[in-house]
């Protein structure tokens, strides 16, 4: 990156402009604008004798140093809800965790070999120490796209931006997408993120309804009635968190007619792609789409279980030329503000795409598969609990039928108690506006999943109250 040294010579201001190398480029100030700023948004300053002391700026008396704008809208729902609740564990039995989307963190589900051999190798090569470009080495943003490329959706280096993670991805797509005052629209349970995200930006966010009743699938209609002419975004999280629904081609494909309808771009979150159980099938939004562009978002996190190795992507499917140049533009220009993606995974990432065995992929989703399994029978026949079973990603959403509850208010305080008295904890579904819910993870080893759902089975038992209604019908 260039580098600017600002001088003043005598009653002149200039500014030298140096390359990598610090070898001078460009040794004046040229191209100068009425507002003083060259072509390089560097500010010229002309300085001619000195300044009065009535001219003078006053001089601060005290300090006042005050949070920005962006730091105070800054907000992790998540966060917000698990430090407020107040969680003590019972003594006599060991915490099981069940709320943590890292399928690190108990250490049954490790990556591949050829995974980690890659690494190491990408290491020992010593070609990977330094800078790369903000949007990543073309070698391996090509690797990347002959990864994803289809007929239906083809896709050349130039269509691959590299990012610390899917999470960045996701930030640079909102980003280069909106603006503040405009809106987006994000589903009902969803990731927390958007909403951050969106939010500290200065943008809207518009909740569109996911039903549970239909496998989680997208209320259409409702989502179409939020579309204003300030509606600058649709995120579509396929498969799903929290829920871990894969939705059908047949949806998605209307999904698209909404979008194309109403000419609004898609931020397609698929950092669970091809993370669908066996007997059910994955269909990315842009091999689908005839003319809806798509910024589609992943990463290694997920499917190769390497979160902390922050390696994300954006593909970018330009249908039409709808972006066009800006589009592009615009990313890499964000790119530029950190540089992103890890250089040794980036020059791991052509083995761990191409190397890793089926059997790893197969082998994960049968275990995901199997626990999913588990907890839904186990947890299914419980009174006062209904379940969607997944189909993907590693998630499980349980419903509490509140009015059989009646000494808790919500589903935080359900939670709560849940860790108090049985030292199990879910994530409260009030962390993705989608209240009187919890989210299961479906991570942890098997005989942890069967005994945590003893536990919620026993808790469940002991606060659970009919109504009235029911207490009638079992009387006659």
């Not at 965790?97 to 020992?124: C, M, R, W």
């Not at 059910?280 to 499917?303: E, T």
Request: charged share 20%.
């Amino acid at each position: 990156m260039a580098n600017y040294l600002s001088c003043n010579m005598e009653d002149n201001s200039y500014v030298v402009k140096m390359n990598g190398n610090g070898v001078n480029e460009n040794n004046s100030l040229n191209g100068v604008n009425g507002k003083g700023l060259n072509r390089n948004g560097i500010q010229h300053k002309t300085v001619k004798g000195s300044v009065s002391k009535s001219k003078q700026k006053s001089r601060r008396q005290r300090w006042n140093i005050r949070p920005s704008e962006i730091s105070i809208n800054t907000l992790n729902p998540i966060r917000a809800i698990v430090d407020g609740m107040k969680l003590s564990p019972n003594p006599g039995k060991p915490m099981i965790a069940l709320s943590i989307g890292d399928p690190t963190v108990f250490g049954n589900l490790p990556t591949d070999e050829k995974v980690t051999q890659a690494l190491k190798d990408a290491i020992d090569s010593h070609k990977y120490n330094g800078y790369a470009p903000s949007v990543g080495y073309q070698k391996s943003r090509d690797v990347v796209a002959n990864f994803y490329t289809c007929p239906e959706a083809p896709l050349e280096a130039e269509d691959v931006v590299l990012t610390s993670g899917c999470s960045q991805a996701i930030d640079l797509a909102i980003t280069v997408l909106c603006n503040p005052g405009d809106n987006i629209l994000i589903p009902c349970p969803g990731f927390s993120l958007y909403k951050t995200l969106a939010v500290s930006l200065g943008i809207q966010v518009k909740l569109y309804n996911l039903l549970p009743e239909k496998s989680w699938e997208i209320d259409l209609q409702h989502m179409e009635s939020l579309i204003d002419d300030r509606t600058t975004c649709l995120i579509i999280n396929n498969p799903s968190n929290p829920c871990g629904s894969v939705y059908s081609k047949e949806h998605l494909q209307n999904v698209l007619s909404v979008a194309s309808k109403n000419c609004i771009p898609i931020l397609a979150d698929e950092i669970y792609g091809d993370m669908v159980f066996p007997g059910c099938k994955y269909q990315s939004m842009a091999s689908l789409s005839s003319d809806v562009p798509i910024l589609a978002c992943g990463g290694l996190a997920k499917r190769w279980l390497v979160p902390g190795w922050r390696m994300g992507w954006i593909l970018i499917h330009d249908r039409n030329q709808i972006f066009g140049k800006e589009i592009r533009q615009g990313l890499v220009h964000l790119s530029q503000r950190i540089m992103g993606a890890c250089t040794i995974v980036q020059g791991a990432i052509e083995s761990i795409l191409n190397d890793t065995p089926q059997e790893f992929y197969y082998r994960t989703l049968s275990f995901l598969k199997s626990n999913s399994e588990i907890c839904f029978s186990e947890l299914s026949t419980v009174p006062g609990l209904t379940l969607v079973l997944p189909a993907g990603a590693m998630y499980l959403m349980v419903g509490i039928e509140m009015e059989h509850f009646p000494e808790f208010q919500n589903d935080v305080q359900f939670t709560e108690r849940l860790v108090t008295e049985q030292s199990v904890f879910c994530l409260p579904a009030t962390a993705f506006e989608y209240p009187n819910y919890f989210r299961i993870v479906v991570t942890v080893p098997e005989e942890m999943m069967m005994e945590a759902c003893a536990r919620i089975r026993e808790f469940c038992q002991r606060h659970y109250r009919p109504c009235s209604q029911d207490s009638n019908e079992l009387d006659q």
